[in-house]
């Protein structure tokens, strides 16, 4: 395969809209996704409503039309699909990148195809390099015996599952939240179990009252200061801060206590990691990476800070970042 001048690793918004630029600029690139289209975006609740309003969302000066003043997960996966339609983008959907190191100065990317030809290996040389793979993919654990049973999940797609069954939703902002409410009203049994003392601050304002009530009349039973200790196949073992021990009746525990990039891939191609917050180090101005030539996209930028960078504000790093490496590719010939 010949040269690109340019690779980009995730196919969510900001991945979509750095390829979007380099169409403008037409530099020959390539789009390389280990699932669907906005894979993160497809693993949302099913029924999700977005916080923001549909014009936050658009990439490429399409417009998002929705049918009401917030977007639906359904209106949005239909939208990007749109977009990658209009632009014709060089997707390469359902193929994983499993190795990038530097050769005679590209990126050499080894990838291994998920789908059509699954195990069937590829490699593609580029000058610059855009990693945009979110952190969806990984979510963080709660590092306690019986975490991997069947029963236990860190995602939340919808409520039918989970009728008449007692669900643990362990977390404490929005996603815990929005999931427990979602669950009472569907003739669940929910506990919610937190260990800070109060809900998360950034919980959305006409979420925050709604689940207040619940808890206070008792409708979601609520354990603050408290952690799972262990994951039994009934029942959940909790402790409490002041050291209590404690068990309840549980038929699925959905952990929902966030996400984080994958670092070792991050690591593997020589990017830093800030410790402190899990960031990697980059040029907030370019998005480049430590690694010259090597740039970061999206919500992976945030770290473990993961309600800094949203859609509404890593949509603009794809313009940011290309401008920036065409004109180094420019001088370059």
Same mark, same amino acid.
């Given at each position: 395969?010949?040269?690109?001048?340019?690779?980009? $690793?995730?196919?969510?918004p900001?991945?979509?809209?750095?390829? $979007?630029?380099?169409?403008?600029?037409?530099?020959?690139?390539?789009?390389?996704?280990k699932?669907?289209?906005?894979?993160?975006?497809?693993?949302?609740?099913?029924?999700?409503?977005?916080?923001?309003?549909?014009d936050?969302?658009?990439?490429?000066?399409?417009?998002?039309?929705?049918?009401? #003043?917030?977007?639906?997960?359904?209106?949005?996966?239909?939208?990007?699909?749109?977009?990658?339609?209009? &632009?014709?983008?060089?997707?390469?959907?359902?193929?994983k990148?499993?190795?990038? #190191?530097?050769?005679?100065?590209?990126?050499?990317? +080894?990838?291994?195809?998920?789908?059509?030809?699954?195990?069937?290996?590829?490699? &593609?040389?580029?000058?610059?390099?855009?990693?945009?793979?979110?952190?969806? +993919?990984?979510?963080?654990?709660?590092?306690?015996?019986?975490?991997?049973?069947?029963?236990?999940?860190? &995602?939340?797609?919808?409520?039918?599952?989970?009728?008449?069954?007692?669900?643990?939703?362990?977390?404490?902002a929005?996603?815990?939240?929005?999931?427990?409410?979602?669950?009472?009203?569907?003739?669940?049994?929910?506990?919610?179990?937190?260990?800070?003392?109060?809900?998360?601050?950034?919980?959305?304002?006409?979420?925050?009252?709604d689940?207040?009530?619940?808890?206070?009349?008792?409708?979601?039973?609520?354990?603050?200061?408290?952690?799972?200790?262990?994951?039994?196949?009934?029942?959940?073992?909790?402790?409490?801060? +002041?050291?209590?021990?404690?068990?309840?009746?549980n +038929?699925?525990?959905?952990?929902?206590?966030?996400?984080?990039?994958?670092?070792?891939?991050?690591?593997?191609?020589?990017?830093?990691?800030?410790? #402190?917050?899990?960031?990697?180090?980059?040029?907030?101005?370019?998005?480049?990476?430590?690694?010259?030539?090597? &740039?970061?996209?999206?919500?992976?930028?945030?770290?473990?800070?993961?309600?800094?960078?949203?859609? #509404?504000?890593?949509?603009?790093?794809?313009?940011?970042?290309?401008?920036?490496?065409?004109?180094?590719?420019?001088?370059?010939?």
């Amino acid at each position: 395969m010949s040269d690109l001048d340019v690779a980009i $690793i995730g196919a969510g918004p900001a991945g979509l809209a750095a390829s $979007i630029e380099c169409q403008h600029r037409n530099l020959s690139h390539v789009v390389i996704e280990k699932g669907s289209i906005v894979e993160s975006l497809r693993k949302f609740p099913t029924n999700m409503v977005y916080f923001t309003t549909p014009d936050l969302l658009e990439i490429g000066e399409l417009p998002l039309v929705s049918s009401r #003043e917030k977007p639906t997960r359904l209106e949005a996966l239909k939208y990007y699909r749109r977009v990658a339609e209009r &632009y014709q983008l060089p997707l390469n959907l359902y193929e994983k990148v499993d190795a990038v #190191e530097r050769q005679n100065g590209l990126f050499r990317l +080894d990838t291994t195809l998920q789908a059509r030809q699954p195990g069937e290996n590829r490699t &593609y040389l580029a000058r610059k390099l855009i990693v945009a793979t979110g952190y969806y +993919d990984n979510p963080n654990r709660l590092g306690v015996p019986g975490e991997d049973s069947p029963k236990v999940s860190h &995602y939340y797609h919808e409520a039918h599952p989970y009728y008449q069954m007692n669900v643990a939703v362990v977390g404490g902002a929005n996603s815990a939240a929005e999931t427990a409410l979602d669950l009472y009203r569907s003739g669940v049994n929910v506990t919610l179990i937190h260990w800070h003392a109060e809900l998360s601050s950034h919980i959305k304002y006409w979420v925050r009252p709604d689940i207040d009530n619940r808890i206070e009349r008792g409708e979601i039973r609520a354990f603050f200061n408290t952690r799972v200790e262990e994951i039994l196949p009934d029942k959940l073992r909790l402790k409490t801060g +002041d050291g209590r021990r404690f068990e309840i009746d549980n +038929d699925f525990v959905l952990a929902l206590i966030g996400y984080h990039p994958d670092y070792r891939l991050l690591e593997s191609m020589g990017i830093e990691i800030e410790p #402190e917050k899990g960031r990697p180090v980059h040029d907030p101005e370019t998005l480049e990476s430590n690694v010259p030539g090597l &740039y970061v996209a999206g919500g992976m930028v945030s770290g473990r800070e993961t309600n800094k960078i949203f859609i #509404e504000n890593g949509r603009f790093h794809g313009a940011k970042i290309v401008r920036h490496l065409a004109a180094h590719l420019q001088e370059s010939r």
